[in-house]
């Protein structure tokens, strides 16, 4: 089945500091990959996307490569602020394979805390 | 544009109840799928509707159920509730027409369950 590792945190970094958030997945078909990020109290918003091989998302600044050839999805920000702090989701989207649902597959999700 | 509602925010059951959780679908979002998210887990895909009809099932038992309503929005039907059910309840949204990335699914704050 499909699955998503994501790197353990919680993961604290300073201000300005450079971000890296390893993530890697295992599927059967031709995923999907995305970042969310979900802030306290509030439900899960996509940060970014990619949908083949060699497709870079971006936004606010952050971004992730689609490595098929290592299976990864690395999230990076080359200067978090302290308004970055919140939990990360890497996921995938296969609806190919299995029974079809266009259901998302998770990690478990990575906290981070920025410190001014 | 109005984005996804979930009702309520909180509740409290206790083991063996029944209980039915509601969501109102983004306007113009024809798909909705319900994840389950245990306390520091990653979201677990429950299932999607799509026009009123189930899309795809993850690994949940049946009393796990649901409903799709003509306006699309759903409830989200738990029967003879367990303690490990407690968790937080997430809707997400998206316009169905094609699957994978362009599918974007947008999640509502979701409903707190705790059963004792």
């Known amino acids: 089945g499909n699955s998503v590792t994501q790197m353990e945190g919680p993961v604290t970094l300073s201000e300005e500091a450079f971000l890296t958030i390893n993530c890697t997945y295992t599927?059967?078909?031709?995923?999907?990959l995305f970042w969310y990020v979900q802030y306290p109290g509030e439900g899960l918003q996509l940060l970014l996307k990619?949908?083949?091989?060699?497709d870079k998302g971006s936004n606010k600044g952050f971004e992730a490569t689609y490595r098929k050839e290592t299976t990864s999805f690395h999230l990076e920000k080359g200067s978090v602020q302290v308004s970055d702090s919140a939990v990360y989701f890497c996921?995938?989207?296969?609806?190919?394979?299995?029974?079809?649902?266009?259901?998302?597959?998770f990690g478990k999700g990575t906290h981070l805390i920025i410190q001014p | 544009e109005t984005g996804v509602t979930q009702s309520p925010t909180h509740l409290i059951k206790t083991r063996g109840q029944q209980v039915t959780l509601r969501c109102s679908s983004q306007?113009?979002?024809?798909?909705v799928s319900w994840y389950q998210q245990a306390l520091g887990q990653g979201p677990q895909f429950i299932f999607q509707?799509?026009?009123?009809?189930?899309?795809g099932r993850g690994n949940f038992p049946p009393r796990f159920s649901g409903l799709q309503f003509p306006n699309y929005s759903s409830e989200l039907n738990v029967n003879a509730l367990e303690l490990d059910d407690s968790a937080l309840y997430l809707c997400a949204s998206s316009l169905g027409v094609d699957r994978g990335a362009k599918n974007i699914q947008y999640f509502g704050a979701g409903t707190r369950l705790s059963v004792l």
């Open positions: 599927a059967t078909g031709y995923p999907s």
């Open positions: 996921a995938l989207s296969d609806p190919y394979s299995g029974g079809g649902a266009d259901g998302l597959t």
């Open positions: 509707y799509y026009r009123e009809e189930e899309n």
């Open positions: 306007s113009g979002h024809n798909t």
């Open positions: 990619a949908t083949k091989a060699d």
